[in-house]
């Protein structure tokens, strides 16, 4: 429990502490990572968590929409199971050095998607997601950049159509398989160079 609210105080710290970075006031970043699973011969995973769209409304503050989805499969290939998240992000960083940047960014999502899609106790769900979380970012040049999330500190729910209106509640804090990943971002200035 102790590592869990040091993590958690980190990320609030991070997020707190951000300040400026390299992105220009009026620029467009569009951003996302594809991921794939395979469950040890038992099915696979293939998704995307997020992608998504943002406008600089400042030098280092991003606000936007994003998307992910999961589409799990069995042995068979058979479809059993699929997630989608789709919502607004906020997202604020702090440069450290030249070519390093610290972000920290919040998710509100609403949820949706089907389990177990083949068998009789199938059923649809939905519910909501808050997700807060940090990302070192290594700056490619051209706009270009490479961020690694590293932990999280989340909260979903989701109810089911099912008779028996399945309620799931997950709360993540820390760092675990789920919570590490890496993806591309794409700064678009249209602004000119000032000389």
Known sequence: MQFKF????????????????????GSVMIYGSLNYQDHNKTGQTFGANPIGVGYFFNDHAVTGINYAFSREK???????????????????SKMLGEHFVLIGQLDAHYVWGSTDLNTAGAYDYK????????????????????????????????????????KDKLFIAGINGSTIGLGVSKNISFNKHRS
């Open 127 to 166: 519910g909501y997601l808050f997700r807060l979380y940090p990302l070192v970012g290594v700056l490619l040049g051209h706009g270009w950049a490479l961020k690694a999330k590293f932990c999280e500190l989340s909260y979903k729910q989701t109810k089911g159509n099912d008779a028996a209106q399945t």
């Open 74 to 92: 069995d042995a068979l290939h058979d479809l059993v199971e699929r997630h989608h998240e789709a919502g607004l992000f906020y997202s604020d």
């Open 6 to 25: 040091i993590t958690a105080l980190l990320l609030i710290l991070g997020l707190a502490f951000a300040g400026s970075t390299f992105a220009q006031q």
